[in-house]
Structures are given as C-alpha cells and as structure tokens.
C-alpha cells in the first residue's frame, strides 16, 4: 500500500500541474508529451536498448541536450535527427530530458505498468526542470 | 575523386553481393584461428590515416562514432585511439558474418562494413589509431570500496576464478594492444553490452574464446562496475 | 541489465501491480480480465475504441498511461491485424503475412483494455451508444474511432469492387490482396510489363506506390531484367520524389533507354480515366496502356464506419479540433489517423500513432475537467527505394493559425548527396523503425 500512495500523491502532482499550468494558453506541450512522440523509434517512453536507435530512457539530462542542440545546430552529424531537432526550442529539449532521464533503464518489455506509471509521474512532477 | 569511387564502390553493394546475398542471410566466414588472423593483417594493405577521415565522414562514420572516433551517444562505441589491428579485426569480421550478433547495432555496421574494402577499412583504422582514448564525457565516480574492487581485479585479476588481470592485455591504462581494444573511455552501455554479449554467447568472434573465458564468472554488478571504471580512466601514457 | 537476454518477457500485469495502482476495492470486487462491464469503480468514465489498427490501439496503451482508472473497451472487427506498414516487402518476398500480424493481447492483459471482437452497426450520440453486429448496446462517456480508408472505385471507368478483389487489385490494405499481387509479380512474363497507378492527393501512405515501382524493378532486376515498370500517375510531384527518383537512376536506369521504370506524370497525361479487366489495359490522358498487371491504387476517402456515422464532411474526410483530435462534426467523438483532416501531416501509420498519443492526453484532461496541453504531432516515414536503399521524410508539427504545421524548421526529406552510407543508414533504420514501431503500438 506505501507504493499506492506514493503513486497517488505522484498522479495527484501531475493533475495538479496539468490545473495549473492551464492557467493561461500553455506555450509549449509538456516533456512527457513530446516524449511520447520519440517512441517509434526509440521504443515506448525510450525503453529500448538493443536496437539501432539509442535508448533515451535514463539518459543523463545533460547527454540528451547536448545531443539534440548539436543535432538542431548542424554541429553533429546525422541521417534523421537533425531534421527533427529543428522542431525543438531549448526549453523544450530540456523538458524532454528531464523526463527521460527518470524513465527505468530497462527494456519495456520487461517493465510493469505500475513501476512505467509510477516513473512517468514522478518525471511529470519535476514540471520539465532537472 | 575519392567520393565517386566510394559511392560507386557502395553502388555495386545496393546491387550486387549485399542484394546477392538476400534478406538478412549470413556470409559464410570461418573463425580465425591466431595464424589465419595473423595472416589476414599482415596481408591488409598499408592504411593511410588522411584518406580514412575522409571516409569517417564520406560514410557518415561520425554520426555515430563522433568526429574524431569520440561517441556521443550511449549505444555507440568510442573507437578513438584503438590499435588498427583492432579496428581492421573488427570490419572485417562484421563484413564476413563473425560479427552477426542478434542485437541491432551490430546489424548496420554489417552493412557498412560490406560497402568497403580492404584498403578502406586499412585507412579507416589508421585513423582511429592516430588519435587516443578520452575519458568518457559523462562519466561518473565510483564509491570508494567499489573502485578499489575494480582497480584489483583489473591490475592483480581473479586466481580463484581464473580471471586474468584486465591490464595484462588491455593495457596499464586501458590503452589495449594490436587486436586488444583499448578500454580506456569507453561508452559504458556499450561495454555492457559487449560483455554481457561475451557472457551469455551471442558474441564470438574472439580467437579461441579469449575474451569470453574470462566473462562467465563475472557478476552483472561487477561487468557495470568495470564499464564505468573504464569510461572514467584517463589513459595518461 | 538483462538487456541483451533478447526474449521478450511475458510480463503479465499480476493481481498485486492492479492493487497497486487502483486500489484494493477496485480488484477485489470484480475479475478484472474476465472482459467484464463491471471491471473497474463504477464511476470511472468509458472510453469506447473503434477500431484496433494503429490508431485505437496506440489510443488505448496511451490512454492507460494518462489515466491509470479510466474503463477503456476497444471494439475490432477481427481477432488479428495485419499492418499495410511493410506489405509491399510481402509482395516481393523481404517479409510474410505472418510477420506483419499482430493481435491485441498485450493491449488486453497489460493496459487492463477489454476488447472485444464484433462489428459496429451504429451510433446513438444523442444517447452515447454503439450497437454491434452480435446485438450488443454499450454506453461510453468518449467514443474514439480509427476507421481508416475506402476506396473510389467509381472514379475509373469499368472498375468495381468485384474486379478490384479478382483481377485489378489493390493491395493497400494488407492480406489477401498483397498475396494477389505477388502472384501476379510473380507470374510477369519475360519482358513483360507492370502498371502502377497511384492516386490522387490525399491518400494512406503517400510514398507507398513509389517504394512499390522500386520493389517492382529490384525483382524484375534480379528476375526478369526485360520485364519493366510503369507508373502512371495523376500527379506531377510525390512525396520524396527528389530522393526516390535520384535513387531510381542510381539503381535501375532511370532516364536511361534501358530504365526498369518509367514514370508518367500528371501533365505527361498519366492519369488513369478507365480500365478494361478483360483486355489488361488502361486507357489515360496519354493513351492506352496494355500490361501484364495493373496495380490500380485508388482514390480514397474516409473509412466506411465513419461515412456511415456521419463524421465525413463534404471533401470525404473527417474534420477535428487540432488540439485534441476530436470531431467538428459530433462532439464527444474523436477521429484518428488515415481518416482524420489533419492538415499538413501525411495519411501514415506513424501520424496515426502520434495522433493517439496527444488524443489519449485530450481525453484524460477533458475527463478530468483540465484544460487542454499543447499538442505535439511527429511524422517520419522511411521508405526503401531498394532492398538497401532507404529514403525518409521527418517533421515535427504543432497546432498554428488553427492548422497541424511544421514547428520551427523540423520538415525535410533526406538529403540527396554523394555520402553511399545515407541510403544505406536510412534501410537499417527503417528496419529498426518497423520493429520499434508495431511494438509501441501493439506491446
């Protein structure tokens, strides 16, 4: 039961923060959200770890910046990920690092729901900030 | 002039022996043995370090492996500063199907490695070989007990499980020697990975199994350990 | 790290993880797998799928995540999907069905999603009501339909149905009509010819025709080297064509006299007006064509379940919200994926699949009365111009001016360069892509 609450106060920071970060006309989608995009090729919330994509999901924040703001800048090579860098504005790249980092270092596979949905409440909860 | 011999070179890859050899079907390679090996190297041709960084980029070698051999990511490996013996082992033995592991990353540099040849990859090595090993970027610290763990078993190794010193091969500094890699740096994930793949026998390609030996009796906390070990050690020569 | 134990674990959700995340009451009163109507709180909200495709499955999976109580049922005519993503690899023989066929298990067991396999006959909205072909009635607080696409047959003269499923066939949606078309590929004579007609903006997977003219003249390459390809098209430009047809030269003679394809263009008069199944010819703009087999791709519109619900405006499609992906036509209702307006972003499984995710999200926070986030779509499309020869198409988009746009400098094509290992990269990644991709949707 301790992990139940500790899920419930978890979702209970991310319904909080979907109130009010609703104040005004949010400017940019939440890091979980755009995170969810990256699936396809990383595999779901960046838990894949034996393909030809690298895993994101417990990545240090500051490898994952790094990597998109050279992908965005020109200043690293790439066959994709340049292209969809150029989508992210730094304060997004940040929120999109701040969540995966939280995410399990396991394959998905192998991860429950409860302990996905315990992660990514707790990478909710940081609001996007490391 | 260079480019148009290597995009005809890969030209003849799209439609000849990769599309010849069908979906996914294995080249038939037999294991070296330390003769054939030997051999194979003494045979390649001399490798000229200028020409490889220039198919480093022509072969977008440093989207993933960085400018200069330097990974920047997690599931890539760090080849700056490894022996060309080494780097010329390892492209030939994913062009010839002894590199054929079952996890992705080793699926492209099959298919790189079937667009080169020999001269290619000789250059290629002497590339990575001009440079040396970094510590890894984001490496982290060790708890004190744990490095001293690590430091024994990489400097006196394990008699009671027949674990050699990892430095008897590798290098004092990880700096490693002719087809030994150099350690020093390298991605964490990736040496993991590779010595996970050792363990459990979905990497082969080591003449007379010697590096797997030595995997079997290591414990998952102490193959993690010996990652970051390595990717934090500054290989002062 | 048991990461490289390939197996995929079997990992069921087990009694204990449920209470964990709903709460003793909720378990201990029901049987949770037992597909009941009473599995969870009373009074949870339900959100009723149509459609188990890429869209209402990746819907469902994401949906759990957003809300870990809401009731979710997905109603899916068959037992097993066959995805359309890869099938041009079955016709020539890089793939079989079986491995583009998927079911809804782990939707089922993992994401605690009751599915339930039946036909939908209709919609009450007023009432918030489906009814089934079995004669079931349920009741839903959001409804979701991922209908896909149905075909213009009428829009060529001398075509039907009928000679879609026995001579002329289609093959864009998977199954039968793939296996038909290998036979015919297969059965090509020496020097024979093979018509492609693609359709006309906007269509499921814009690039699809043209990966299948390349898959055509790989065959006839290694096969029947006198046997080529034709494809006659309504439009002057498709998407990747700079790459695709830069690839077409590289490998199969494009522009040359001996090309193992050519391509009528719009303006060049290659618009198919009529076809003769008897005589295996098309007649266009630019006269008539005779072949050996004709691969009409026909002009689309919205999913049947959708014109028949009433979701469809004046131009065949669905228009929704941009924001949440929910109908301008009934609300409460939401429309995904192929039969969606959905502005600048293409008819692809990968647009259906970001589509859910920022649905599942619009959902969750109107059922729990929030405002809505900022919706972030993504697109990336790899095709293969060759077995090892791949072309891709990315962007990320966002909601601006009332419009699903580009963000920032995202959109672009691969680039056309002399590097031999792009194309080489972008067919290993589209491999990855695929097996990544069914797997976010389907586990």
């Not at chain 1, 969809?84 to 991860?111: L, S």
């Amino acid at each position: 039961m301790k992990q139940s609450m500790k899920l419930n106060t978890l979702l209970a920071a991310f319904s909080l923060m979907a109130a009010t970060s609703a104040q005004a006309e949010p400017q940019m989608a939440t890091g979980g959200a755009m995170a969810w995009q990256c699936a396809p090729c990383h595999g779901t919330n960046g838990q894949e770890f034996v393909e030809a994509m690298p895993p994101l999901a417990g990545m240090p924040a500051k490898q994952f910046i790094d990597a998109m703001i050279a992908y965005r800048e020109g200043t690293r090579a790439a066959i994709i990920m340049d292209r969809v860098a150029r989508g992210f504005t730094d304060d997004e790249i940040k929120a999109m690092a701040a969540w995966f980092e939280k995410q399990p270092v396991k394959q998905w596979e192998n991860t429950s729901l409860t302990e996905s949905l315990e992660a990514q409440a707790a990478a909710e909860a940081t609001g996007g900030q490391e | 002039m260079l480019k148009k011999t290597l995009l005809a070179a890969a030209l003849i890859g799209f439609t000849g022996t990769a599309m010849a050899s069908g979906h996914g079907e294995k080249p038939d390679a037999h294991p070296w043995s330390n003769f054939s090996l030997d051999q194979k190297i003494q045979s390649m041709p001399e490798g000229d370090a200028t020409r490889g960084q220039d198919i480093h980029a022509q072969m977008m070698c440093n989207a993933c492996h960085g400018e200069k051999g330097e990974s920047p990511s997690r599931n890539y490996a760090s080849i700056n500063g490894q022996p060309s013996e080494y780097t010329i082992k390892m492209m030939l033995d994913y062009r010839d199907g002894r590199r054929w592991e079952d996890y992705k990353q080793a699926n492209i540099m099959v298919k790189i490695a079937q667009a080169l040849n020999d001269q290619q990859i000789a250059d290629l090595a002497a590339f990575y070989a001009q440079s040396t090993p970094q510590p890894w970027e984001y490496a982290g610290s060790l708890e004190a007990d744990v490095h001293s763990k690590v430091d024994r078993l990489v400097r006196k190794g394990d008699a009671s499980r027949m674990i050699v010193p990892c430095a008897s091969c590798h290098g004092a500094h990880g700096e490693g020697n002719a087809i030994t890699p150099a350690l020093a740096g390298q991605i964490p994930e990736y040496f993991v990975r590779t010595m996970q793949a050792y363990k459990h026998g979905h990497r082969n390609n080591d003449v007379n199994e010697g590096m797997s030996q030595f995997t079997h009796d290591l414990t998952d906390e102490e193959i993690q350990a010996l990652a970051e070990y390595y990717a934090s050690l500054n290989e002062a020569k | 790290m048991s990461q490289l134990e390939n197996k995929v674990f079997d990992s069921k959700v087990t009694r204990r993880d449920l209470i964990k995340v709903f709460g003793a009451s909720a378990v201990a009163a029901t049987g949770l797998f037992g597909a009941s109507k009473n599995a969870f709180a009373k009074s949870a909200p339900h959100v009723v799928v149509l459609g188990g495709g890429v869209g209402g499955s990746t819907f469902a999976k994401y949906l759990r995540f957003a809300d870990p109580d809401v009731k979710i049922t997905i109603i899916e005519q068959f037992p097993e999907y066959i995805t359309c993503l890869r099938s041009n690899d079955v016709i020539v023989g890089y793939h079989t069905l079986d491995e583009l066929t998927f079911n809804l298990d782990t939707i089922k067991s993992k994401y605690n999603v009751n599915v339930v396999i039946d036909k939908v006959i209709g919609a009450d909205f007023d009432k918030r009501t489906v009814q089934t072909a079995k004669g079931h009635t349920l009741s839903y607080d959001k409804l979701v339909v991922s209908p896909g696409i149905d075909f213009k047959f009428e829009d060529y003269e001398g075509h039907s149905k009928e000679l879609a499923e026995t001579k002329i066939f289609h093959g864009y949606k998977a199954g039968p009509q793939t296996l038909a078309l290998r036979q015919q590929l297969l059965s090509v004579p020496k020097g024979g010819t093979a018509i492609i007609a693609p359709p006309q903006n906007p269509f499921r997977c814009p690039p699809g025709p043209y990966e299948r003219a390349s898959f055509f003249a790989e065959y006839f390459q290694k096969h029947n080297p006198t046997a080529k390809v034709i494809v006659l098209d309504p439009k002057d430009r498709f998407t990747k064509d700079g790459p695709f047809k830069k690839a077409w030269e590289r490998l199969y003679g494009y522009k040359t006299d001996n090309s193992l394809i050519e391509w009528v263009s719009g303006s060049e008069g290659g618009r198919v007006l009529s076809v003769d199944g008897d005589n295996l010819s098309v007649e266009t703009m630019a006269g008539t064509f005779k072949a050996d087999m004709i691969n009409i791709i026909p002009n689309q519109r919205a999913g049947k379940l959708a014109q028949k619900l009433g979701l469809t405006d004046a131009s065949g499609w669905c228009p929704i919200k941009r924001e949440s992906m929910e109908s301008q036509i009934q609300p409460g209702v939401y429309v995904l994926g192929d039969s969606s307006i959905a502005d600048a972003m293409p008819k692809s499984g990968y647009s259906a699949n970001s589509q859910a995710k920022v649905c599942a999200r619009a959902v969750a926070d109107t059922l729990r009365g929030n405002e809505l986030g900022k919706a972030i779509y993504s697109n990336v499309c790899y095709s293969l111009a060759g077995e090892n020869y791949g072309v891709s198409i990315a962007a990320i988009y966002e909601v601006r001016d009332g419009l699903i746009q580009p963000k920032g400098k995202s959109a672009g094509v691969s680039p056309i360069t002399d590097k031999p290992a792009q194309p080489i990269l972008e067919a290993v990644y589209q491999k990855n892509w695929q097996r990544e991709f069914v797997k976010d949707v389907f586990s």
